[in-house]
């Protein structure tokens, strides 16, 4: 029989969440359940529930961002056992047989992978995220945390941490590259951590040098003031790679003009409007602007692996289930350094 959890639940756009129960599939054959400890705060969640971008289906539990631990296995299940360390990011299923997932990018599935909430399931039902006590996932969907990252600050890195390793990983972000992270925020400031240990050269471009002190403390060998139209000047041509991590509609063409030759500038973020590209700025150094999304589960338990050899977890504040809606007003506010997390023992 299905097993009914508590969880927080978003029932409108113009309604604050609220505690409600949900229930959780029977466990398949290559089901694993997971008992959720943590479960992070992305702004995906507050677009979602605010019905922001015009795709929410209520009602519906956010949260994609899940650390836990395992509480009982399918009979088939072989990965995993009752009392592992895991994780489940942005997404819990996807079609196993298109190109993309073949190679391990199921993020790009050409069918649509299934969301870890306001989805639909293989089985026809709605798919509900972590703001939840448990979940139940396929094992190929879920990542094992490591011994080295406690789960309170390894929950953000399941959507933020993969968000920024994957671009720099793909364009091949180590020593001897420069690297700028735009926006010291809840995906910036994980970028700087992740790009400091593969060996970069970091830097930090924000609007104020308000968060100064937090970046260089987190890695950046750099930190610049885009209020300031000398930094503009200043490092004009001077980066391998720069990541974008906020969703505000900037003037690209200056961002594009701090690329050097070769040099390409990654979408992370989704900016209200569509974004103008002038043409002048990308073919006078051969610069690309691209964009990128999470990444694949292999890639994600990589990136997993690698940050708890490298100490990296997210900068995070814990809060209780009862704080949600505070907590999405400050994100929105951009008052939170840098990562909420809910713990669901308050659920």
């Avoid at 969640?45 to 949260?63: C, L, M, Q, S, Y």
């Avoid at 009392?83 to 298109?98: P, T």
């Avoid at 094992?139 to 959507?159: F, K, Q, S, T």
Wanted: charged residues 20%; hydrophobic residues 40%; negative net charge.
């Amino acid at each position: 029989m299905p097993t009914t959890v508590n969880a927080y639940i978003a029932t409108a756009a113009d309604r604050p969440l609220e505690p409600t129960t949900i229930e959780r599939r029977d466990l398949g054959p290559n089901d694993v359940a997971i008992a959720i400890a943590y479960a992070g705060i992305c702004h995906s969640d507050i677009h979602t529930a605010r019905n922001e971008w015009n795709g929410t289906k209520f009602p519906v539990v956010p949260g994609h961002e899940i650390a836990g631990t395992v509480s009982a296995v399918g009979a088939g299940v072989t990965r995993y056992a009752v009392g592992d360390r895991v994780g489940v990011g942005c997404f819990v299923d996807s079609c196993r047989e298109c190109e993309p997932c073949r190679l391990g990018e199921e993020q790009y599935c050409e069918r649509g992978n299934t969301g870890t909430y306001n989805a639909t399931g293989r089985d026809g039902q709605r798919t509900h995220g972590g703001y939840s006590t448990s979940i139940v996932v396929d094992e190929n969907y879920v990542c094992r945390i490591p011994e080295g990252i406690a789960l309170d600050v390894a929950a953000p890195l399941l959507c933020a941490g993969i968000t920024l390793y994957s671009p720099l990983r793909h364009w091949e972000a180590g020593p001897g590259k420069k690297v700028a992270v735009i926006g010291l925020g809840g995906l910036g400031h994980v970028g700087v951590k992740i790009a400091h240990a593969l060996g970069a050269e970091v830097t930090v471009l924000s609007q104020s040098l308000k968060k100064m002190e937090d970046g260089l403390r987190l890695g950046a060998d750099h930190y610049y003031a885009t209020s300031d139209p000398q930094t503009f000047r200043e490092l004009r041509g001077r980066f391998d790679l720069i990541l974008n991590t906020v969703s505000a509609n900037l003037d690209i063409g200056k961002y594009l003009g701090m690329l050097a030759l070769d040099g390409t500038l990654v979408e992370l973020g989704l900016p209200e409007h569509p974004i103008e590209v002038p043409a002048g700025a990308l073919i006078g150094k051969r610069r690309s602007f691209s964009g990128s999304m999470i990444g694949g589960i292999a890639q994600t338990q990589e990136m997993l692996d690698f940050c708890a050899e490298h100490g990296i977890g997210a900068e995070i504040e814990v809060i209780s289930a009862d704080r949600i809606n505070e907590a999405y007003d400050r994100v929105v506010a951009s008052a939170v350094r840098y990562r909420f997390v809910i713990d669901t023992a308050t659920l």
